[in-house]
Protein backbone atom coordinates (compact mmCIF):
# COMPACT_ATOMS: atom_id res chain seq x y z
CA UNK A 1 0.00 0.00 0.00
CA UNK A 2 1.39 3.50 -1.11
CA UNK A 3 0.27 6.54 0.93
CA UNK A 4 0.74 9.97 0.45
CA UNK A 5 0.22 11.96 3.87
CA UNK A 6 0.19 16.22 4.35
CA UNK A 7 1.58 17.69 7.03
CA UNK A 8 1.75 21.55 8.41
CA UNK A 9 -0.83 23.24 6.95
CA UNK A 10 -3.05 25.60 9.44
CA UNK A 11 -3.60 29.27 9.84
CA UNK A 12 -1.11 31.91 8.42
CA UNK A 13 -1.45 35.67 8.02
CA UNK A 14 -0.84 38.23 5.07
CA UNK A 15 2.60 37.91 4.62
CA UNK A 16 3.50 35.48 6.67
CA UNK A 17 4.74 31.75 5.91
CA UNK A 18 3.63 28.42 6.46
CA UNK A 19 5.66 24.61 5.20
CA UNK A 20 3.70 22.27 3.94
CA UNK A 21 5.11 18.40 3.70
CA UNK A 22 4.18 15.50 1.82
CA UNK A 23 5.74 12.11 2.36
CA UNK A 24 5.39 9.53 0.25
CA UNK A 25 5.46 5.67 2.34
CA UNK A 26 4.90 1.71 1.07
CA UNK A 27 6.14 -0.55 -0.92
CA UNK A 28 8.00 2.33 -3.19
CA UNK A 29 10.69 1.72 -6.52
CA UNK A 30 10.33 4.86 -7.12
CA UNK A 31 8.82 8.12 -7.16
CA UNK A 32 9.04 10.50 -10.36
CA UNK A 33 6.94 14.05 -10.56
CA UNK A 34 5.64 15.83 -7.15
CA UNK A 35 3.75 18.44 -7.25
CA UNK A 36 1.03 20.28 -4.93
CA UNK A 37 -2.20 20.96 -6.17
CA UNK A 38 -4.81 23.56 -4.21
CA UNK A 39 -8.81 23.95 -3.91
CA UNK A 40 -10.45 26.85 -2.63
CA UNK A 41 -13.99 26.53 -1.76
CA UNK A 42 -16.26 26.56 -5.43
CA UNK A 43 -13.66 26.20 -7.62
CA UNK A 44 -11.82 24.01 -9.59
CA UNK A 45 -8.49 22.13 -8.10
CA UNK A 46 -5.34 23.69 -10.01
CA UNK A 47 -1.72 23.10 -10.14
CA UNK A 48 0.25 24.98 -8.10
CA UNK A 49 4.04 23.83 -7.97
CA UNK A 50 5.93 20.52 -10.03
CA UNK A 51 9.10 19.28 -9.04
CA UNK A 52 10.53 16.19 -11.13
CA UNK A 53 12.34 13.26 -9.98
CA UNK A 54 15.68 15.72 -11.60
CA UNK A 55 14.67 18.84 -9.49
CA UNK A 56 13.10 20.46 -12.09
CA UNK A 57 10.34 23.35 -11.06
CA UNK A 58 7.51 24.81 -12.31
CA UNK A 59 4.91 27.28 -10.71
CA UNK A 60 1.79 28.59 -11.18
CA UNK A 61 1.84 31.85 -12.05
CA UNK A 62 0.12 32.91 -9.07
CA UNK A 63 3.04 31.49 -6.69
CA UNK A 64 5.85 32.49 -8.52
CA UNK A 65 8.65 33.89 -6.28
CA UNK A 66 6.70 33.57 -3.41
CA UNK A 67 6.62 29.85 -3.05
CA UNK A 68 9.23 27.19 -3.42
CA UNK A 69 9.15 23.62 -4.14
CA UNK A 70 11.85 21.17 -3.40
CA UNK A 71 11.63 17.35 -2.11
CA UNK A 72 14.52 15.00 0.07
CA UNK A 73 14.43 11.57 -2.25
CA UNK A 74 16.09 10.19 0.64
CA UNK A 75 12.94 10.82 2.98
CA UNK A 76 10.60 10.62 -0.64
CA UNK A 77 9.08 13.79 0.58
CA UNK A 78 8.05 16.72 -0.51
CA UNK A 79 7.78 20.19 0.88
CA UNK A 80 6.03 23.81 -0.18
CA UNK A 81 7.48 26.74 1.40
CA UNK A 82 4.91 29.72 1.21
CA UNK A 83 5.74 33.28 1.62
CA UNK A 84 4.22 36.56 1.48
CA UNK A 85 0.73 34.48 1.53
CA UNK A 86 -1.98 36.47 0.67
CA UNK A 87 -5.70 35.65 1.81
CA UNK A 88 -6.32 34.01 -1.82
CA UNK A 89 -4.08 31.25 -1.01
CA UNK A 90 -6.86 29.81 1.12
CA UNK A 91 -7.53 26.72 0.20
CA UNK A 92 -7.23 23.14 0.68
CA UNK A 93 -3.75 21.90 -0.59
CA UNK A 94 -3.40 18.17 -1.83
CA UNK A 95 0.11 16.44 -2.67
CA UNK A 96 -0.23 14.27 -6.05
CA UNK A 97 2.55 12.03 -7.36
CA UNK A 98 3.13 9.44 -9.72
CA UNK A 99 5.04 6.26 -7.82
CA UNK A 100 6.62 3.50 -9.39
CA UNK A 101 5.44 0.66 -6.76
CA UNK A 102 7.95 -2.44 -6.21
CA UNK A 103 5.40 -4.36 -8.12
CA UNK A 104 6.77 -1.94 -11.11
CA UNK A 105 3.43 -0.44 -11.54
CA UNK A 106 3.38 3.34 -11.72
CA UNK A 107 0.06 4.93 -10.58
CA UNK A 108 -1.07 8.19 -9.64
CA UNK A 109 -1.66 9.37 -5.61
CA UNK A 110 -3.02 11.93 -4.35
CA UNK A 111 -2.72 12.80 -0.22
CA UNK A 112 -5.74 13.30 1.48
CA UNK A 113 -5.24 17.49 1.82
CA UNK A 114 -4.61 19.81 4.06
CA UNK A 115 -6.40 23.16 4.96
CA UNK A 116 -4.58 26.26 4.56
CA UNK A 117 -6.59 29.20 5.86
CA UNK A 118 -4.80 33.03 5.41
CA UNK A 119 -6.11 36.07 7.25
CA UNK A 120 -5.85 39.32 6.24
Known amino acids: QVRLVESGGGLGQAGGSLRLSCAAS????????MAWYRQAPGAQRELVAR???????NYADSVKGRFTIYRDNTKNTVYLQMNSLKPEDTAVYYC??????????????WGQGTQVTVSS
Open 96 to 109: NSNIRRSDMFTFNY
Open 51 to 57: ITSDGTT
Open 26 to 33: GRIASINA
